[in-house]
């Protein structure tokens, strides 16, 4: 620009020049400084050159002025692009100026957003007022025209409020140069919000804010309403107050306060419903499709409006008419979700914000609350357990102090909580039971495993004992330090007197109250044992009364017993402290005679025992004569352990029986052992028939023209206690040796009687066939004990078969034949059993009602081989016809025989060919097999 000055400049000078050299005023040869100097003297100058006019100084005038002129063109020129230079700038200015107006009017707007606060303007005189955007905002309406700006802000002022804010801004406008008030406005939309305005008057205009204070004046109510409605209560009232609170703040038409059921996870369960106003109670809900759903799982709902459109389906939204929903979960401290708060309303709900934090809060509160109900709930179940269980409990602190003790430990001990208080347990051991060793010891275990377990003795406030089954427990917190001691106790006074009842009933007689077997035998071995190791001699007594079995079935158990217990106490009497007496069962009783000093004492002392003994016994109104027997034995001389000692004391008592009973006899070896084998026997046959231990089996006999089942054999069985199954050849001859056949001859018959009856009921029209012994026929009214049996199962007699064998009845023929009579009048049927081996004149057998013989299986079994076996076999057949009897082969084992007797016309036939001896059961189902039962009750045999 410089430059374009300089050239202007330069421009001029020369024009000027020019002219000044056309008027002569210049040297043509001047050079630019003297140019300049000339310009800068030219009045001086000027006063000397005077213009001389010709054509050659006009043409150079000329071209001085176009220079003249193209300068001031140039000057104007620049000046021009000066301005316009000078105006740009200022533009450009001024619209930076505007955007940082309009800027910081952004932030402006942007500012009264955040801060919830809108400025206005206005004109007191002609009440013009003008707005910011957050202004309009917070009323809630749309901006209107400058005019009518005033009007529309008085219109949104609740009603409640508008007279009194309408006559403040009257007098502040006129009287006072600051505004400051609070009230509500309703928008367009309906919803209310709480405004602070304040302003400042100046001349003729007041400027002004309008804050929305709306969360502030809410979350202010809730929390002053929280204190004075809320805090205080407890449980449903807690709730109560709470929904209410809730209802009243935000002014809604239902709150409800929610838990998810525990037993179906999909249902809510009411603490509290609030609907308009009103507590609704015990309601539920299902969550499925509801906006409580979204609830549960999402956490927050909020629905400002149109909740329906939302949730068209569900029924219970669309019966309430709400418009709008708000709901928050509540948390357990686990922290899952254990229920929620709800609120709903007609209108439409803003400030979700607000709502969304107070709702928060309420939540929160009503959890805790929750949680304090469970815990008090857990709290209170302890409690009762603690009061209730039938332990008693006490809890001691880290000390081992007494702190608390439940009902059932002052009904344990009869000591009271504040007997017992700030004691230490250990005071209640009983000094008898336990010394400070054992407290020692228990706290050793305590400290070391933290429990202890144990039996230990108690005493009660009254000084009595007491045995209990206690368990102590340390409570340690998490860093292990100790808490409190735990002491669970129950009184076992019942179960150790059980014990020791269940200890004495397995070692002493119920009767007598004597050691029975078991003890006996523990204390037998004892006393060997010491005897060995002391070089002493054991005295053992076996001790039988004399015909106890009489007293007992004459005069009754009770009377038996009666005289047992007697003779236990003057058993008793008669030996020393150190001596046992026991009961080995029956009327067996056992002495075992510590440190004898030789066998001649244990006879004295066995003397001493039997005059004791046969004192008379006055038993009730019968006076009675006890005699007894005795055997003895002597350790080590006649035995060198327990069993062989009363083994023998067992033998020699046997033979003081044998010899007249009423005597003590001592053990000698020469004493017969097999008489003594039987005696044994004798004894457990009848504990059997006692003990129920004899079976029936029974053996079919079939005919042979015919196949029927015509009979069936009854024969007995011994099964002893181990399961060992005793064949009668073993035990009947004893049986009948000792006359104990005539109780079991009794069983059998009644018992085959009676199973034959109810083969009868079935159809099956056999026999059923006992066997008797001579012994039973003579020695006992027979006749008369059939009769009682066949009339006490209802058997008719002709289903009855007495077998009687050969040899007896020739034996006592006259006796037989009378009896034999006599059942025969009954209608029962008689065979004789192993005809052939007896004296075989047949001649006796037409003195005999006999209808059938049984030939002895030996003449059988060699048959069809043996020629004479066959023989004999024919001729008995053969004789048998003659005399009208029927003839039995007994012993049938295969088919030769089978066919040779069928040749032969034997009748009927019997052996393990056609079936062994079964058990009833078993052979019906025999019978099963082999008869077609349904058309012929007792059809033909099918011998395969
Ligand atoms: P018994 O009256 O002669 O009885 C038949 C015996 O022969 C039974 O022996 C039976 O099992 C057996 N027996 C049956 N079929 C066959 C066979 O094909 N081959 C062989 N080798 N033997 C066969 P058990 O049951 O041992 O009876 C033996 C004896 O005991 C009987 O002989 C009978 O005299 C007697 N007895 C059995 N039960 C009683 C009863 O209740 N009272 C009486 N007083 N005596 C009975
Ligand atoms: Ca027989
Ligand atoms: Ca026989």
Same mark, same amino acid.
């Given at each position: 620009?410089?430059?374009?000055?300089?050239?202007?400049?330069?421009?001029?000078?020369?024009?000027?020049?020019?002219?000044?050299?056309?008027?002569?005023?210049?040297?043509?040869?001047?050079?630019?400084?003297?140019? &300049?100097?000339?310009?800068?003297?030219?009045?001086?100058?000027?006063?000397?050159?005077?213009?001389?006019?010709?054509?050659?100084? $006009?043409?150079?005038?000329?071209?001085?002025?176009?220079?003249?002129?193209?300068?001031?063109?140039?000057?104007?020129?620049?000046?021009?692009?000066?301005?316009?230079?000078?105006?740009?700038?200022?533009?450009?200015?001024?619209?930076?100026?505007?955007?940082?107006?309009?800027?910081?009017?952004?932030?402006?707007?942007?500012? #009264?957003?955040?801060?919830?606060?809108?400025?206005?303007?206005?004109?007191?005189?002609?009440?013009?007022?003008? %707005?910011?955007?957050?202004?309009?905002?917070?009323?809630?309406?749309?901006?209107?025209?400058?005019?009518?700006?005033?009007?529309?802000?008085?219109?949104?002022? $609740?009603?409640?409020?508008?007279?009194?804010?309408?006559?403040?801004?009257?007098?502040?406008?006129?009287?006072?140069?600051?505004?400051?008030?609070?009230?509500?406005?309703?928008?367009?939309?309906?919803?209310?919000?709480?405004?602070?305005?304040?302003?400042?008057?100046?001349?003729?205009?007041?400027?002004?804010?309008?804050?929305?204070?709306?969360?502030?004046?809410?979350?202010?109510?809730?929390?002053?309403?929280?204190?004075?409605?809320?805090?205080?209560?407890?449980?449903?009232?807690?709730?109560?107050?709470?929904?209410?609170?809730?209802?009243?703040?935000?002014?809604?038409?239902?709150?409800?306060?929610?838990?998810?059921?525990?037993?179906?996870?999909?249902?809510?369960?009411?603490?509290?419903?609030?609907?308009?106003?009103?507590?609704?109670?015990?309601?539920?809900?299902?969550? !499925?499709?509801?906006?409580?759903?979204?609830?549960?799982?999402?956490?927050?709902?909020?629905?400002?409006?149109?909740?329906?459109?939302?949730?068209?389906?569900?029924?219970?939204?669309?019966?309430?008419?709400?418009?709008?929903?708000?709901? @928050?979960?509540?948390?357990?401290?686990?922290?899952?979700?254990?229920?929620?708060?709800?609120?709903?309303?007609?209108?439409?709900?803003?400030?979700? #914000?607000?709502?969304?934090?107070?709702?928060?809060?309420?939540?929160?509160? !009503?959890?805790?609350?929750?949680? /304090?109900?469970?815990?008090?709930?857990?709290?209170?179940?302890?409690?009762?357990?603690?009061?209730?269980?039938?332990?008693?409990?006490?809890?001691?602190?880290?000390?081992?102090?007494? @702190?608390? &003790?439940?009902?059932?430990?002052?009904?344990?001990?009869?000591?009271?909580?504040?007997?017992?208080?700030?004691?230490?347990?250990?005071?209640?051991?009983?000094?008898?039971?336990?010394?400070?060793?054992?407290?020692?010891? +228990?706290?050793?275990?305590?400290?070391?495993?933290?429990?202890?377990?144990?039996?230990?003795?108690?005493?009660?406030?009254?000084?009595?004992?007491?045995?209990? +089954?206690?368990?102590?427990?340390? @409570?340690?917190?998490?860093?292990?330090?100790?808490?409190?001691?735990?002491?669970?106790?129950?009184?076992?006074?019942?179960?150790?007197?059980?014990?020791?009842?269940? =200890?004495?009933?397995?070692?002493?007689?119920?009767?007598?109250?004597?050691?029975?077997?078991?003890?006996?035998?523990?204390?037998?071995?004892?006393?060997?044992?010491?005897?060995?190791?002391?070089?002493?001699?054991?005295?053992?007594?076996?001790?039988?009364?004399?015909?106890?079995?009489?007293?007992?079935?004459?005069?009754?158990?009770?009377?038996?017993?009666?005289?047992?217990?007697?003779?236990?106490?003057?058993?008793?009497?008669?030996?020393?402290?150190?001596?046992?007496?026991?009961?080995?069962?029956?009327?067996?009783?056992?002495?075992?005679?510590?440190?004898?000093?030789?066998?001649?004492?244990?006879?004295?002392?066995?003397?001493?025992?039997?005059?004791?003994?046969?004192?008379?016994?006055? +038993?009730?109104?019968?006076?009675?004569?006890?005699?007894?027997?005795?055997?003895?034995?002597?350790?080590?001389?006649?035995?060198?352990?327990?069993?062989?000692?009363?083994?023998? !004391?067992?033998?020699?008592?046997?033979?003081?029986?044998?010899?007249?009973?009423?005597?003590?006899?001592?053990?000698?070896? /020469?004493?017969?052992?097999?008489?003594?084998?039987?005696?044994?026997?004798?004894?457990?046959?009848? $504990?059997?028939?006692?003990?129920? =231990?004899?079976?029936?089996?029974?053996?079919?006999?079939?005919?042979?023209?015919?196949?029927?089942?015509?009979?069936?054999? !009854?024969?007995?069985?011994?099964?002893?206690?181990?399961?060992?199954?005793?064949?009668?050849?073993?035990?009947?001859?004893?049986?009948?040796?000792?006359?104990?056949?005539?109780?079991?001859?009794?069983?059998?018959?009644?018992?085959?009687?009676?199973?034959?009856?109810?083969?009868?009921?079935?159809?099956?029209?056999?026999?059923?066939?006992?066997?008797?012994?001579?012994?039973?026929?003579?020695?006992?009214?027979?006749?008369?004990?059939?009769?009682?049996?066949?009339?006490?199962?209802?058997?008719?007699?002709?289903?009855?078969?007495?077998?009687?064998? /050969?040899?007896?009845?020739?034996?006592?023929?006259?006796?037989? *034949?009378?009896?034999?009579?006599?059942?025969?009048?009954?209608?029962?049927?008689?065979?004789?059993?192993?005809?052939?081996?007896?004296?075989?004149? +047949?001649?006796?057998?037409?003195?005999?009602?006999?209808?059938?013989?049984?030939?002895?299986?030996?003449?059988?079994?060699? &048959?069809?081989?043996?020629?004479?076996?066959?023989?004999?076999?024919?001729?008995?057949?053969?004789?048998?016809?003659?005399?009208?009897?029927?003839?039995?082969?007994?012993?049938?084992?295969?088919? *030769?025989?089978?066919?040779?007797?069928?040749?032969?016309? %034997?009748?009927?036939?019997?052996?393990?060919?056609?079936?062994?001896?079964?058990?009833?059961?078993?052979?019906?189902?025999?019978?099963?097999?082999?008869?077609?039962?349904?058309?012929?009750?007792?059809?033909?045999?099918?011998?395969?």
């Amino acid at each position: 620009m410089a430059v374009v000055w300089r050239l202007i400049w330069i421009m001029l000078c020369f024009g000027m020049l020019s002219q000044q050299a056309a008027l002569g005023h210049v040297p043509d040869t001047a050079g630019p400084e003297q140019l &300049v100097t000339f310009l800068l003297n030219q009045p001086e100058s000027s006063q000397v050159i005077n213009p001389s006019p010709s054509w050659h100084i $006009h043409w150079e005038a000329l071209s001085g002025y176009l220079l003249i002129f193209a300068g001031l063109t140039g000057f104007v020129f620049l000046l021009v692009l000066l301005w316009n230079t000078r105006l740009r700038r200022e533009v450009s200015r001024r619209r930076q100026t505007e955007a940082a107006l309009r800027e910081s009017e952004q932030n402006l707007l942007h500012s #009264q957003r955040i801060a919830a606060i809108g400025s206005w303007q206005l004109s007191v005189t002609d009440r013009v007022m003008t %707005c910011s955007d957050e202004m309009h905002r917070i009323l809630g309406v749309e901006p209107a025209d400058a005019g009518d700006c005033y009007k529309q802000f008085l219109n949104t002022i $609740h009603c409640d409020d508008r007279l009194r804010v309408e006559n403040y801004f009257y007098t502040t406008l006129r009287y006072q140069n600051e505004l400051d008030c609070q009230f509500r406005v309703t928008g367009d939309d309906g919803a209310v919000r709480y405004v602070k305005c304040q302003g400042k008057v100046t001349a003729e205009t007041v400027h002004g804010t309008l804050q929305d204070i709306t969360e502030r004046h809410l979350s202010d109510l809730f929390f002053q309403g929280f204190a004075r409605q809320v805090t205080g209560h407890h449980g449903t009232d807690y709730f109560n107050a709470l929904a209410g609170l809730l209802a009243e703040t935000f002014n809604v038409a239902y709150v409800l306060i929610g838990v998810i059921s525990k037993t179906e996870p999909g249902r809510v369960d009411s603490l509290c419903l609030i609907a308009k106003g009103k507590i609704v109670k015990d309601f539920y809900y299902y969550l !499925a499709d509801t906006p409580c759903q979204k609830v549960i799982e999402n956490h927050v709902c909020f629905y400002a409006r149109d909740l329906l459109l939302h949730f068209p389906d569900v029924e219970v939204l669309q019966q309430m008419e709400v418009e709008s929903y708000a709901g @928050i979960p509540m948390f357990s401290s686990e922290g899952t979700c254990s229920g929620l708060i709800v609120m709903l309303d007609q209108k439409p709900m803003l400030n979700e #914000q607000a709502v969304l934090s107070l709702l928060q809060v309420a939540a929160s509160r !009503a959890s805790s609350e929750l949680q /304090e109900l469970e815990a008090e709930r857990q709290l209170k179940l302890t409690s009762l357990v603690f009061e209730n269980t039938q332990e008693g409990i006490i809890i001691a602190d880290a000390n081992g102090c007494i @702190i608390r &003790v439940n009902r059932a430990f002052t009904r344990m001990s009869g000591f009271s909580e504040s007997d017992v208080l700030e004691k230490r347990p250990e005071f209640l051991y009983s000094r008898a039971h336990h010394d400070h060793h054992f407290v020692f010891h +228990l706290r050793q275990v305590l400290n070391k495993q933290g429990r202890w377990q144990g039996e230990l003795w108690n005493q009660r406030k009254d000084g009595s004992v007491f045995p209990a +089954l206690q368990s102590i427990e340390r @409570i340690c917190d998490n860093s292990g330090k100790v808490q409190h001691y735990i002491s669970v106790f129950t009184d076992i006074t019942e179960k150790k007197a059980d014990e020791e009842r269940i =200890q004495y009933l397995a070692h002493f007689d119920a009767v007598t109250g004597l050691p029975n077997r078991v003890l006996f035998n523990d204390r037998l071995q004892q006393s060997i044992q010491r005897a060995r190791r002391f070089k002493r001699q054991v005295g053992l007594m076996f001790l039988d009364l004399d015909r106890f079995k009489y007293i007992n079935d004459t005069l009754g158990h009770p009377v038996g017993d009666l005289l047992l217990e007697l003779v236990a106490k003057r058993l008793q009497d008669s030996i020393r402290q150190s001596d046992t007496v026991a009961r080995l069962g029956g009327d067996e009783f056992v002495v075992i005679v510590e440190d004898l000093d030789g066998q001649d004492t244990l006879r004295v002392l066995a003397g001493k025992i039997m005059k004791s003994l046969s004192l008379p016994v006055q +038993l009730e109104s019968h006076r009675v004569n006890v005699h007894c027997s005795i055997g003895m034995s002597v350790f080590p001389e006649h035995g060198n352990d327990a069993d062989q000692l009363v083994k023998h !004391a067992d033998i020699a008592m046997y033979h003081a029986k044998e010899s007249g009973r009423n005597q003590a006899v001592l053990y000698l070896p /020469e004493l017969s052992v097999r008489t003594y084998a039987n005696y044994s026997l004798e004894r457990s046959l009848r $504990h059997a028939i006692d003990t129920a =231990q004899l079976r029936l089996h029974y053996q079919p006999q079939v005919r042979l023209s015919s196949g029927r089942l015509d009979s069936i054999e !009854a024969l007995v069985r011994w099964q002893k206690e181990d399961g060992q199954l005793v064949e009668p050849d073993q035990f009947i001859p004893l049986a009948e040796d000792s006359g104990l056949i005539v109780p079991l001859g009794k069983w059998v018959l009644q018992q085959a009687c009676r199973q034959m009856k109810c083969w009868l009921d079935q159809g099956l029209t056999m026999r059923v066939a006992v066997n008797i012994s001579g012994l039973q026929i003579i020695n006992s009214n027979w006749p008369g004990t059939v009769k009682d049996v066949l009339e006490e199962t209802g058997l008719p007699a002709r289903h009855l078969e007495l077998e009687i064998t /050969e040899s007896y009845v020739i034996q006592h023929l006259d006796q037989v *034949a009378e009896v034999l009579e006599q059942l025969r009048e009954l209608g029962i049927r008689i065979s004789i059993d192993d005809f052939g081996t007896g004296y075989s004149s +047949l001649s006796y057998l037409k003195r005999l009602p006999v209808d059938a013989l049984k030939v002895d299986r030996s003449f059988i079994r060699d &048959v069809p081989k043996s020629p004479s076996d066959g023989k004999i076999i024919s001729a008995i057949i053969a004789m048998a016809a003659q005399l009208g009897l029927e003839v039995v082969a007994e012993g049938v084992e295969n088919a *030769a025989q089978l066919s040779f007797l069928s040749q032969r016309d %034997c009748d009927l036939v019997q052996g393990y060919l056609i079936a062994s001896p079964q058990s009833a059961s078993e052979l019906n189902e025999w019978i099963v097999r082999h008869y077609r039962q349904e058309s012929e009750p007792a059809g033909r045999l099918l011998v395969k």
